[in-house]
Each structure stands twice: as C-alpha cells, then as structure tokens.
C-alpha cells in the first residue's frame, strides 16, 4: 500500500459534535483513499451545504465546497472540463435529495463517472434540526415541534430510477465495511451512489447509533450478486433489487445493490461523438495557435455564407 | 352526416372530392391543399378520385377543424359542422416543418 | 438611393422562414446588403409570423415601416398588416382568402380583431380582407391577388407531378410575386431557391416552377417597382447570420470549450447552433502545429439553469473556457451562483439574451428590462463585469473579449444581448469576423500557488483543480482557499475584491466601455445601450437632414461604469435624452447613480417590438417641440 490513510488528513479542525456519524463517513473515506492509492492532486472532493459538506476541508485533495444543492452539477462539470480527475460528491441528504434533488436525478440519466455519498441522517443539522428529505412522516425528533408531515424519499431508488449504476448503502459507524462500498463506488466507471445511514446525536433522537444497530444487515448474508453484466440480466434482476430497496423497518439492508456494467459512462459517449474529447479534454486543450483561433470562422460556418450553386434541377 | 360537402349549384348534393373524403389530411397551414393518405401524394380540395370515401362524422373520434386550427373531439365537431366549418381526420404536418419553426418559450 | 422593405407574413410553420432567408439570398446575390428580422409568437404552429427584410447599398441599420411590398400569404396577414404599406407600394394576397372575416381567423389575438371591428365599423363596414385592401388602395397602395389554389394546381401539372410541399411552394409564389413586384427579377429568387435548398434537390425544380408561375401571373397584371440594378457587392460572398448565430461562431473562434445550457427562448438557438458545431474542423495551420483535425466544445443541455451556471462555474474552475446561455428568467434561477462565481473567482462568461418581461412575459419579443439585474444580479456585494452589445458584430466581438475579460480578471462576465440581435440577421463580409488584431489566448495569471492570495492589483494566482491540493468555497476564505470568519482575513478579501474592480476599470480601457458618435457641438444627446445603438445612428442622419445635430453616448459597459466619459458628454449638452426599451429607464437609472446627473428625457418603446429609427426621429422632434418628459413610441405588429 503506497500511502498512508493519515496522508488524506488535513490540518483543518474537524468541528463535527461529539457522537456524529460523519466522523465514521470521513474515516472510511479517508481509508478508501489510501487503499486506493489516488493522488490527492487527482482528488476532487465537492462539499455540499451542511455538516457533510465541511468533507471538503478534511480530506486533503484539490477540492470544491458549492452552493446549497448545486454540489452535483458543480462537480459534473469539473468532470465534464477534465475527465482524469477522481470526483466524490459529499453532501447531506437535505443538500442532494431536497435542494439539489433535480440534479440528483439528472446526474443518473447521464451516468457521469462521479461518486455520491450521502451523509444521510434525515435532519438540518446546522439550521436546527429541521425534517430532511429521509425522515420518515410520522416521526417526531425532539428538535421539531410536532411529527413530521412528510413523507420520506427513498433515495436508493430514486438512484435505481435515475439510472445510478451503482447503488450502496452503508452505516457510518461500520467503517470497515463503508471503506469497502466507497473504494467500489469509487472505482466503478459510471454514477455511483454510496447513501450512508447515520445518526445526529443532536437532533436526531429517534433515529440512534442503538435504533440501527438494532436493524441493520448486510446483503452478503444472503448471497446477493450486485453485478449486472447484460440488459436482459437487468431486466430480471431489477424487480428483485427494487423489492429490496423497499425493505425499511424492523430489518434494514446495507451493502451493494447494483453494479450495472451495462451502460457507457458519459465520458465514453462524448468520446464516441468527438473522438480526442479524452486526449484532449476541455480543461487542458488549446484554444489558438500564436493567438490565431483554432478554426477559420468563414470556412467552418460555410453554409450561412451565400454563394451562387450551380445545380441542374 | 357527411362532413364539408361542397355548397356547389347543381342537382348533385355531394360533390365527391378531396376535402370530403376520409383519407385527405389538408395543410393546417394553407388548407385548400392536403395530402391523401390513400394515394401518398399532395392534392387539392378539390380533386377527386375514384377510390373516394366519404368523411362522416363519427362518435369517438378527434378531428381537425380546419377553420378554428384545432382538433375536436366528436362531442363538439357536430357543432362546428352545423356552423360551416370544415373537419377532417387529421391535419397534415409537412416532414421538414420543423425548419419553418422558432425557439418559442 | 436603394431601400427596399419587403415584409413576408404568414402563419408560424408556413414557410415565412425559409421565404425570409430566399428573399436575404435573392438580395444578397444581387449584390446589397441586408437585414432581416423574425417576429412570431410563442407558438409552434399557426399564429401569425412574419419576416421583414430591409435591403440597402450599405449594411441597414434599423427596421421601419412601411414597406414597398407586403407578401401576405393568408388572410391573417393582410388584416395586420395592411396599413403598413407606403403608397405606391404593393400587397400580395390570396386571391381565394378575399372574403375572409377577421372575426373567423382564430388565432388572430383577440385585442386585434377588436381594434380592425372598430376601424371598419368607423367605415361602416366589416373587417374583411377585401375592405382591408380596399383602405390600402386608397392609400396608393396596389393589391395584388394571386389564386393560390389554382397557381398550385398549374405548378403539379407543369412539374408533372404530385406537390413536394404545400408550404414550401405556396411560400415561393407569394415570395416571387413579391420580388418581381420589388424589381428583382426571376434569375435571382431562382439562384436563392437553389441555395436555400441545395441539401434537398427535390424540392428546388417544383419550387422554381413556382417562382416562374407565380412571376408569369403578376407580371400580366402589374409592372411592379423599376427594376433593381446590380448591388455594389455583386459577386462577393457575403455571410448572412443572426445574432444567436454570431455569438455561437465567436465562442467556437474565442476558444470556448464547455457550454451549458437549459432551453429558453431567445437563447436556445445559440447554444444549438454552437452544438451543430461543436466537433469542428481545423485550419490547416492548426492541423499542422497541433497534428489534430478536429477539436470539439461540450455543449450540454442541462436539467435547469442552476444546473447549467453550476457546471459552467465547475468546468472553469478545473480550466476550461466556460459559457453558459440564457434569458431573463433563466438569469433569475442563475442568481445565487452568480454571487458563488465572484466568491469563488471563476473565469465564466454568461450570455443573457433579453426578452420582454416581467415574468414569462412575451417570450419571443424585444425587451431591454435586465440591465439592472444583470448589474445587481448575486447577494452581497457581487462586483462583475456586464458588458452590453450594440449590433451584431459587436455581439460577436463582444463575446471573444469577454471569454478573455473572464480569464484576465477571474469574474464572470454578464454579456447583454437583446431578443431583436438573436432573431434578427445581416449580411457579414468576411474580414468582419476574421480574427485580427485581438489574440485569442489564455489570459490566467500563473504567478504562483496560493490560490487566493490578496495581491495589489487584486488578482490572485490561477491554480487549476486537479494541479495541486486546495480547498475553493463559496464561505469566505483566507489566502489557501480555507473557510474563514476572522474579522482581519474578511477585510483583507473584501478589499482585495474592491482593488480587483478597480484594476478591472484601469484594464479595459475607456473607449471600450463607451462610444460617442455624432457632432462634438450637438445640442442633443442621445444616451442609449443594446441595440438601439444601429437604429439610433440611422436616426441621427436622418435628424441631422432636418438641421437637429444630435450626439449619441453608447454605454457599453455598466460595470465598470464608463463615469468620466458619460459625465462629460452630459453635463455640457442642452438636451440629454434617454433611449431605451424598459419602463424606467434602466441606463438613465444608472447614469444618475454612478454620475450623479439626471436624463430629463426619455424615448421607450415596451410593446416588445425592436425600435424603428423613424421613431426616434419622431422621439427627439417632439421632445425639442413640447419638452415632454417622455415619449413612448408604439410601432409595430
């Protein structure tokens, strides 16, 4: 192993509360990195608003904090201008499933080669304690005044519907595991999605490191096979992995639900249609010879200059 | 009913041309041409052909009426009939409309 | 002298495009310059639309009515057009459509038929096609009947075969009837036929037909105008382009590699003309030196505007050249992340095509209501740089620099074009848009690490994502790039931002922040921005003619604000009159704000029609008289 997990440290004060299930998230993180062996240069780590979204300053890489909800398309578009980069997306679920949840979406219908993990502890940690998107109706944390009116999303299938072919879940405090799910969402080629179940200690009192501990499970025990290799492959499996998806409760399933090796990262589409898109790629590709533009206005926009045709009709 | 039977004088009440007939499409554009989904060619109102078939108004069906330029159900085209106006089963949208058209909204 | 005004209505989807860019054609072959515009609805099919064209020696410079000759291809056309028709002047019409009742034209606008139902009543009579050209008759105006149906019916047995289109060859007939009537003759509507469709063969011989039956029938019935002689351009290739177009070409020429965008009007048609050429093809020096034949942009279309500005900002941020594309309500959904581009010093370019607002307003017309929210656009303090085009070689000018401003200064720059630019297009001669005398290079500074660094002239090092580690964020921030509440390191970066501003002002000189035109001893002047500019210039000739020499201050930038030049000019003239297409007077506003000196008078046009220069004629000619505050000019379909 060529580095040391330490080495993705920052010297920036990790601020979380005591008992937050981001400190598990960010250490798993930090694992994966190094295991992984990825230069921190090549490292693009977008922070969304919230607690989550403070990642930004504690995993050592050539970082971007966005705007509330933006996280997504900020980081499609680092993607988009330089394909080599690694780009993990780290965000709340109020940032990505509520704010951002459009581009939530959208991002699964391109299958950019982009993790997501969401810190997913189904409340507004730095406004209070609000209801985020995956708390479910029906609760009631002590931070909010009554129980919650809404219902909540289920974010693995929003992925499964968005065209995510990846699709995780882990726990923020069974690290080990949570290492594993990241290093393969990271090195999966396409829209990868790790939701990380986590407690606020804060303001979450229902949801607690107790109450998941209590339900959790892992796919592996039942001898899930995440891997789809073809589209009629897909087509089985997929009523099994949604019926799965589903499973809330008594018994929640953590692990991989997905690995859909069928469809071509967006990087690959946009090299199919403009070959040396990948050699060349908008981050790094030269715009002029000697200050002299790369293609004669005249020449390439021809069919807007009016010219006698000899035709015989 | 026969739908757009021509007002012409004569002792013939229907005259059976194209704007009469159930497989003529008129330009929603410039309806006195349209296009026969019969033959597969351009024609006028007011040709005509052997293989006619008059257009009657039937329930459960959409119809393009030409003079409001929009599509009634069966409902409403009896309404529009008695008022004079011309329906038929569809409009006819040429393949390279697109060109004619703008970024709108 | 040549001025010709042709104007082509007909219903959206009916062929008034491509009878528009024939009737361009046909001019340009015959060696003039030209300039045409759309004006539809928004609307897919069947509402009125229309072309207006307006031929000269040199380049046009405003639309005005009337026209020579109005090709009215249905009823709808004639009855909203029929008073825009000089004497002397011609109306192609339908002969089958001239017992046509306004009453039964459904998609006509309800206000219309209303207005037509009290001017004829006023005559005691219907609004009818035929009473319509009855009252342009009296007016010296000669109506033209052509039997569509009929004509069609001729062109099938001359060509031997079925139709190949009913819009494409009703268009033609009304258009080369047009034509003959404006002393064009048949060779050259031919050759614009062939031009128009050389990528469909099959429709040029039936259309051709058409333009000869058509000319056949007129030309027993009327002479028309004299026939127009050979064009100072004759033989020379001209380019004809909108402005949507323009822009797109001076993106691909300025090196742009990413642009997003989510669909708008009048936006769109930039961004897919930019996509149609997004994989391009090389000069030859370039091939050589970089041994490539091709090079490609991404254009993507995004799921919203928060998305499309955000990826723009990502993409620049990891090094590319960055657009994005939008209009008045798109820029509104832009606004947070305009304030994060500033924060975050990204070098992106915002091209924000105008239409008439408030709301969704009237999508498809001319408004110059976003200047203050370009200018204001980002909470807290968001200096930026907004930049507005005044024709459409300054839009495509415009654009390189402003790709370059964005690097040089690390800003995002607001680019301001108005709907009439998009949708309207001129003929270009080819050294107008070569590149020549402005470099197309990178312009980030390279001078070091730290990212954020406060320096003297406010500009920090550029450090690409992915080239070292960092931290960029939208909270404030010491030097590294960190996040940051502390009093001293907040003041360091907002007084950074300030110098950066000021550095901005020094850098880009004044002359391209601000034109003048006109007589240094003008008793008028003219304060204008957007693309007013061409149809002002046209006016000033036309005022100077009548012995009122006028004074034209053409603000170009708003931030910077060109303070020293305007102030100038303002405070020693008599009259000082605003020209603009906003109910306050945006620019007026501003001038005041930065200047301190207040525009007494004011020339608005809001029906979301462009501004004719006969309007501003009339404008400036009524103000001198009556000293009126305000003159709200009307004209327009």
């Known amino acids: 192993m060529a580095r040391s997990f330490l080495e993705y440290k920052t010297d920036a004060w990790v601020q979380w509360c005591p008992g937050c299930g981001d400190f598990g998230i960010l250490n798993a993180i930090h694992r ?7 230069d921190p240069r090549n490292l693009v780590v977008v922070g969304g608003i919230g607690c989550s979204g403070r990642t930004t300053f504690y995993v050592k890489g050539s970082n971007l904090h966005a705007l509330h909800g933006r996280a997504i398309p900020l980081a499609t578009g680092v993607k988009l ?15 990505l499933l509520g704010i951002g949840a459009g581009h939530f979406v959208a991002v699964g219908r391109r299958n950019v080669d982009i993790t997501v993990i969401v810190f997913d502890n189904a409340v507004y940690g730095l406004t209070k304690g609000q209801a985020a998107p995956t708390l479910p109706s029906g609760v009631k944390t002590k931070a909010l005044p009554g129980p919650n009116i809404q219902d909540a999303v289920n974010p693995l299938l929003l992925a499964l519907a968005s065209g995510y072919t990846f699709i995780a879940r882990g726990y923020a405090y069974h690290t080990a595991q949570l ?9 999966h080629r396409g829209t990868a999605l790790v939701d990380v179940l986590q407690p606020c200690p804060t303001y979450n009192n229902v949801m607690t490191n107790q109450w998941y501990e209590e339900r959790v499970y892992y796919l592996e025990e039942e001898e899930w096979d995440p891997v789809v290799k073809t589209p009629e492959e897909y087509r089985r499996k997929v009523p099994l992995i949604a019926a799965k998806m589903l499973e809330w409760g008594d018994r929640i399933p953590l692990g991989v639900f997905l690995k859909d090796e069928t469809k071509e990262p967006f990087e690959e589409r946009l090299e199919r249609q403009m070959p040396g898109y990948m050699d060349n790629p908008p981050s790094s590709r030269p715009i002029s010879v000697d200050g002299y533009p790369l293609a004669d206005p005249w020449k390439v926009f021809e069919e807007k200059v009016v010219k006698k045709v000899e035709a015989s009709y | ?7 012409k004088r004569g002792p013939r009440g229907l005259v059976a041309v194209c704007m009469n007939c159930r497989y003529w499409r008129p330009s929603p554009h410039y309806p006195y041409a349209g296009y026969c989904i019969l033959h597969g060619k351009v024609t006028l109102e007011d040709d005509s052909c052997s293989m006619h078939s008059p257009l009657r108004l039937k329930r459960n069906q959409f119809y393009w009426c030409s003079s409001c330029k929009t599509r009634v159900s069966s409902e409403e085209a009896g309404a529009h009939a008695s008022q004079g106006h011309k329906l038929y089963l569809g409009a006819y949208v040429e393949k390279d409309v697109r060109e004619e058209i703008y970024d709108a909204f | 002298m040549v001025d010709l005004k042709i104007l082509i209505g007909g219903p959206q989807g009916g062929g008034i495009e491509s009878a528009g860019q024939i009737a361009l054609k046909a001019f340009v072959l015959k060696g003039y310059h030209v300039l045409g515009s759309r004006e539809y609805q928004s609307n897919i099919m069947g509402a009125h639309s229309y072309y207006l064209v307006r031929v000269m020696r040199r380049r046009p410079r405003a639309l005005t009515l009337p026209v020579d000759v109005l090709v009215a291809l249905d009823a709808e056309s004639v009855l909203t057009h029929f008073e825009e028709v000089r004497p002397g002047g011609f109306i192609v019409y339908d002969s089958g459509t001239a017992n046509v009742k306004a009453s039964t034209i459904a998609p006509m606008a309800k206000p219309l038929k209303e207005r037509l139902s009290e001017f004829f009543g006023r005559r005691g009579s219907e609004p009818t096609v035929s009473e319509a050209l009855k009252v342009a008759e009296e007016r010296g105006v000669t109506p033209i009947g052509l039997p569509m149906k009929q004509l069609l019916r001729r062109v099938a047995e001359a060509t031997e075969r079925p139709l190949a289109s009913i819009s494409r060859t009703v268009n033609i007939m009304g258009l080369a009837a047009g034509l003959y009537l404006a002393g064009v003759e048949l060779e050259y509507v031919k050759d614009a036929i062939v031009a128009q469709f050389s990528a469909k063969p099959k429709i040029i011989k039936p259309n051709v037909v058409a333009a000869s039956m058509a000319v056949e029938h007129v030309s027993e019935l009327h002479e028309g ?7 100072p351009l004759k033989g020379k290739q001209l380019m004809v382009a909108t402005g949507n177009e323009l822009v797109a070409m001076a993106k691909l020429v300025g090196g742009l590699s990413v642009q997003t965008y989510y669909p708008i009007t009048p936006s769109s048609d930039e961004a897919l003309y930019l996509e149609e050429h997004r994989y391009f093809e090389l000069n030859d020096v370039a091939k050589e030196r970089l041994g490539l034949e091709k090079m490609g942009i991404v254009v993507l ?9 955000n990826m723009a900002i990502g993409a620049a941020l990891a090094g590319a050249r960055a657009a994005t594309s939008t209009s008045g309500p798109g820029f509104s959904l832009m606004n947070e992340a305009i304030s994060y581009a500033v924060t975050v010093e990204a070098p992106i370019l915002i091209t924000l095509w105008m239409r008439a607002g408030p709301s969704t307003g009237i999508p498809t017309r001319e408004g110059q209501q976003d200047l203050l929210h370009a200018l204001f656009s980002g909470h807290g303090d968001t200096p930026k740089i907004v930049v507005a085009s005044g024709d459409h070689l300054e839009a495509y000018w415009d654009t390189i620099k402003a790709l370059e401003w964005a690097e040089r200064f690390q800003t995002p720059v607001i680019h301001l074009v108005d709907k009439y630019l998009a949708s309207s297009m001129i003929s270009i001669e080819k050294r107008e848009i070569e590149p020549r005398g402005y470099p197309i290079m990178r312009a980030l500074k390279t001078d070091g690490d730290l990212r954020y660094k406060v320096t003297e002239d406010g500009i920090s090092p550029w450090v690409p994502l992915g080239s070292s580690t960092m931290v960029i964020t939208g909270l404030e921030h010491t030097e590294d790039g960190f996040a940051t509440e502390d009093p001293v390191a907040r003041d360091a970066m907002m007084e950074k931002r300030r110098r950066k501003m000021e550095t901005i002002k020094r850098e880009i000189p004044e002359e391209e922040r601000v034109r003048v035109y006109g007589a240094r001893d003008a008793d008028v002047v003219l304060v204008s921005w957007g693309s007013t500019k061409n149809p002002i210039l046209s006016a000033m000739e036309a005022l100077e003619g009548e012995g009122v020499g006028t004074r034209f201050v053409q603000i170009r930038t708003f931030f910077p604000f060109p303070e020293d030049t305007v102030s100038r000019e303002l405070s020693e003239a008599k009259t000082v009159i605003g020209v ?17 000196y207040r525009v007494r008078h004011m020339i608005l046009k809001l029906n979301g029609r462009p501004i004719f220069d006969d309007e501003i004629v009339y404008g400036v000619k009524r103000i001198l008289e009556t000293g009126e505050e305000t003159v709200v000019v009307r004209g327009g379909s």
């Open chain 1, 32 to 38: 994966a990195l190094a295991e992984l062996d990825i």
């Open chain 1, 81 to 95: 201008a330089n394909p080599r980069l690694k780009v993990v997306i780290a965000g709340g679920d109020g940032d």
């Open chain 1, 179 to 187: 290492k594993e799910m990241i290093k393969a969402a990271i090195s």
């Open chain 2, 1 to 7: 009913m026969v739908l757009n039977v021509l007002q």
């Open chain 3, 225 to 231: 105008l004299p026939r127009l002689e050979d064009g």
């Open chain 3, 301 to 309: 279309q995004t799921e919203d505007e928060l998305s499309a500005i």
């Open chain 3, 580 to 596: 603009e297409q906003n109910l306050l007077g945006q620019a007026a506003f501003l001038v005041r704000a930065f200047t301190g």
